[in-house]
Structures are given as structure tokens and as C-alpha cells.
């Protein structure tokens, strides 16, 4: 990208970019420093949250339970941690988190990318009556659809169970919209090729069009990843053993119970167990996830 | 060469370069082909979109479906209901408690909103610019994001714990008074919408930051050659020109305030008293504390009614915004 010149002043009047070490060029570079200082100052305040809360889970009940104030425990211990997995059921927590997650995602990615496909590709009797009606339930928030979605679930026999999360947001419309959008650009020609070479209609979307769909997968794969590990509501209320909670849910039960005298450093210790997996993955594919959620908002 | 080819090599119908240098919209092939594929793929669409369409049946057109007829029964526990027409909508006209739900609703929304969006545009703008380090400052803003909703509701209800949270310790600590934060219906709101508002400027910030890289950098320079100020340039050139992302924004940031439920529900579950208790709250308090599902249902069909008239607003804005451009 090209430098703007800095103009210090609005009065300043115009003049192209003078060749490097003018006294402009010099207060340019002070003020982008002071810009960049402040930015690291705005970013420090953003992620203190998430320092705070790995700090506490290293911080002994003693201390934490004080007035006093610091920004490094005098005697960081692992101690909350072996406590919190010593007394509840993390692990367990952890594996049908990952089992929901892993599990919903792979077989929602299917179902969305099926669905963009045949909604981007074909014409077909319906279409634009099913994709209205898709789109509708975007706006209809979970908690209207909570009680009756319990119902069926409870009809089908599904509570308490992994599948009771799984099967009801397999279906992601903010999925289905990525996947059409996506898919609107692949060409025809692709396709019509495929067809022409005598490649039949499941074949066609295996060999010809999923292969081209490689970064789409990775933005569904990510925003499915995440909102499944996050997920709150929906499995607060269909999953009821202690055994059978998920992170989120399990880590809700935490704050309020009476088995620990300072609750605070268990409630971190999990805490931080529940994002670290997402901030390595959020790290690891930083473009794609950046891309994914913004995305879901030009939709 | 693409993949495509060589996957088309392999099932052995084709040389590669044929298949993947086909001109866009070849018409002789399409129109020799049409008819005959049309028979044979007619299962085809039906197929792919085929699970979707059965989820989509189950589990939300059917609950929908249970909501409304829902929202005109009286249940006094799950299942059993007698039908009272429109009752629950009557009641709705004369509940105090739903009046403060709405009122607390546009203050949370109205708080958030432009608050987020200030904030996340000003950081764009900076983060647009050449600036030593501005890949980790942008990731590092983006960070929150990640976090549920529960996380970021137990990590602000430790900090801002009135007796030993750091907030409060780092007040004391520079010689002033803790404030009561999440204790007090008087801060308890203003303490939730700082919270929402860290949680959503990293959303802000990146669809801000893509619609100004879309703004074609001559304009800025030409505008900076005919003398405007940095300032001028901002407000006469940027902002205009960011008109479209903005009302998408709006309208996206209004429907997420209006459906944050993780939050609130772990940092006050609605109050003290009911000074938190948002539209999306009361729903599910009617449903699950008092065991009102009817009118529960009732409630959120009128909040989807809220989500439904910015959704066509926000349609008609971003209709107009293309137009103007």
C-alpha cells in the first residue's frame, strides 16, 4: 500500500510527498509511533480480560480472595487446576465437548455444503420457497424454539445424550448461506464439462465441484468448529447428568457450587481449558477464521 | 493446472486441459446436453438439499410451528394446555415487567450498538495504515471474539467481583472507592454493555478494515493533493464512502444485542431486581423460572418481530445505499 502523507496541520497546503528526511517525513514517523503505542495500549486493555483469567487459575485461593492488588501471583501453582479435575468431571466434560463438536461440525459441513450446492446449481421446483424459508429462521432466536425443540428431542428419546446437541444444529443456515454463496462462483462450464464427459450427478459434485471448494471447507469447518465448542443454551437444557455436560455448560455449574471454598480459581482453571483450544486454532488458521465471521456478516 | 483436471483424467473420460479451459457458458455443449441431463439429474437437486430440508422440518419448522400454537394456549407445565385465543398477547399490553424488559432492551441496544462501532472503525482506520506490528495488533483485537459467551461472562464476573476482583483492587489500590459494578441496579448495565462492547469491536474492526481496503487508496491521495485535511479526507471521503458497511453493521450489531442471551445470563441472570433483564431474558425467565410457556412463546414471537422489521430495514438501507452508488 501506498503512504498517505501525514498532514499535521489542516491548513497545510498541498504538496506531493517530499523525499525522505524532511522535518514533515520526521513528525510522520513520531506520529505513527505514537499511534502504534497507543494501539498497543487499547490492545493490552482488549486481551487483559483473557490474562486476567489464566493469572487466577495460577493464583492461589489466599491470595485471589483478597483486596490486595497484583498482576502476577507471588506463588503461581498449578494447584486449581489438579483440584478442578480431581473433584469434577473435566475430562469428561472436555471429550463430549469434543465429541459434539468434532462430530456436529463434520457431518453439518456435509448437510451445508449438499444444500449450497443444490441451492446455487440447480434449478429445481421450490427452490426459492425453500431457501425464504431458510433464511426466515436466522431471525428467530433459539430461545422462542427452545421449549418445542426440547419436545422433539424428548419424543425422539435424545436426552442427556450427545446426539440430543448433534442432530439439532446440523442443520446451519448461516452455513447453507456461505456454502450457495460460494458456490455461485464456481463456473458452470466447470460442471457442464463434467457432465459432458459422461460424469454422473454425484459424481460431478465429488470430483469436480467439492475439490474447488477447498477454502469454503475451511471457513465452515472453523465457524462450525467454533460455535459448536461454544454453545451454551441449547445444551444447558437437554443434557442434565453431570457427566454428560459439555465445557461451556459444565463451567456454568461451577460458579455456584458449594463444594469449593474459592470458587474462582477452578472456574479459571476450566475456563482456560475451554478457549485455549480455540485461541491455538484461532492462531494457527488466523485467516480463515477472520475471513469466516466476517463473512457470516456480509451475508 | 487445477485438480479438477487430473480428477477427470482419472475416472478416465477426458484429457485434463479440456475439461478445466472450457469457456464459461459454453452454449453448444450446454444445449446439446440439456435435455437428456435433465431427465437423468432430476433426483439430483432434491438429493443434495435432501438432509438439510429434513433438519430443517424437525427441528425448526416443527418447533416453530409448536411455538405459535403455543403462544394462544395456558400451560402451567410442559405439555398439558387449554386453548385461551389471545390471551397471552392481551397480557403483553398490560405487564409492567415486559415494559421494563423493553425499555432495558433499547438501553442495552442503544448502549452497544454505536459504542462498538465507533470503536471498531476507529481502529480500522488506524490498523489501515503502514504501522510497525499491525498483523499482532489486529489478531490481538480480534482475540475476544473467540471466547463463549460463558467464558467471557464468568472471566468479567471475577474482574468485576465488588470484593476481590481486580477491578476494584486496582481502584483501591490508586486511592479510590470500588464501585459495586454487577451488585447495583444502578451499574449493573453499564458494567454489561462494556462487556458486550469488548466482545464485538474485533467484529467491528474486520468488516471495517475489509470495506476500507476496498476504497481505492488514489482517492485519498487526490483528496491529500488538493489539500484536504487528514480530518476532511476522514469525514468527507471515508465515511461516505463506507455508508453500505456501516448499515450492514448497524443492523447486524442491533440483532446481536437483541439476541445476547450468554452473557447476561451468567454475569446477572437479568439483575439485580430487573434492571438487566433484557426482551430475550424475560423469555426465557417466563419459560423456564415461571413456568409460563404460553406466554413464554408469546414473547418471543414478538421479539422475531422486532428481529424481522430491522432485518427489512436493513434490507431497504442496503438497497438504498447500492443505489446511490
Redesign the interface.
Known sequence: ???????P??????A?TRPGGSPRERRSSRR??L??AA??A??IA??F??Y??VV?ALTTGGQ??????YLWPDAPTVGNFTEVFATQPVWRWLGNSMLVATVGTALSV???L??G???AK?R?RG?GL?YA??LV?I???I???????F??VARLGLVDSPWAVI??T??DVVG?FIARQFMLGV????I????????????T?F??VL??CGPLVGVLVILGF?NR?????WPLVVLQGNESLTV??G??T??TNPAFSSP?GA??AV?TV??VP??VV??VF?RT??QG??ST??K | M???GE??TA?G??PAG???D?????PA??RT?GPA?RR??RW??????????L??L??????????VA?SFQDTAT?GEGSWVGADNYRTMLSDPLLRTALLNTVVFTVGTVPTAMAIGLA?AV??N?????RGV?R?????????????????????F?P??G?A???L??LGLGGLPWLTSPRTAMVTLVLVVV?TR???CM??YL?ALQSIP?EL??AA????A????RFRRLTVPMLAPTTS??LI?NV?FS??A??VI??MTGGGPGFSTTVL?QY??RS?FADAR?GY??AL??L??LI??VF?LLRQRATKKAEELL
Open positions: 500500500m501506498t503512504a498517505v502523507p501525514v498532514r496541520a489542516p491548513t497545510a497546503p498541498s506531493p505513527r509511533w499511534l502504534t494501539l498497543t487499547v490492545a482488549v486481551v480480560p483473557l486476567w483469567m487466577s485471589s480472595q483478597s483486596s490486595e492488588f456435509c448437510v451445508s449438499g444444500a450446492y443444490a441451492l440447480y429445481f427452490r425453500l424459508l431458510f429462521t431471525m428467530i432466536p430461545q422462542v424454539t427452545l421449549v418445542p425443540a419436545l422433539v442432530l439439532p446440523l442443520f447453507i463456473p458452470d462450464a466447470l457442464e464439462a463434467a457432465r459432458l464427459d459422461g460424469a454422473g450427478e454425484l459424481r459434485f470430483r469436480v475439490p474447488s467454533m465448542w461454544n454453545d451454551f443454551l461451556p455448560v463451567l456454568s461451577l460458579t474462582w472456574v479459571m475456563a475451554a478457549v480455540l485461541l484461532f492462531l488466523q477464521f477472520v465471521i466476517a456478516g456480509i | 487445477s485438480p479438477h480428477t477427470l475416472a473420460t477426458a479440456t475439461t478445466t472450457a469457456v464459461p457458458g459454453d455443449g450446454t446436453d441431463r437423468r439429474g439430483a437437486p432434491y438429493l443434495f438439499v435432501g438432509p438439510a430440508g433438519l430443517f424437525a427441528f425448526s419448522l416443527v418447533p416453530i410451528v409448536i411455538a403455543l410442559l481502529l488506524a490498523l495504515r503502514p504501522l510497525p506490528g495488533l489478531a490481538l483485537f480480534f482475540v475476544p471474539m473467540v471466547a463463549a459467551g460463558v467464558v467471557v461472562g464468568v472471566i468479567m464476573s471475577w474482574i467481583n470484593d476481590y481486580v476494584n483492587n486496582a483501591r489500590a469488548w469491536i474485533g467484529f474486520v468488516i475489509g487508496s485519498r491521495e491529500a493533493i488538493d489539500g485535511s487528514r480530518w476532511q450492514i453493521l447486524l440483532v437483541l439476541q442471551f450468554d445470563y451468567v430475550i423469555v426465557f419459560a410457556m413464554a412463546a418471543g414471537l421479539l422475531v428481529l424481522l432485518t
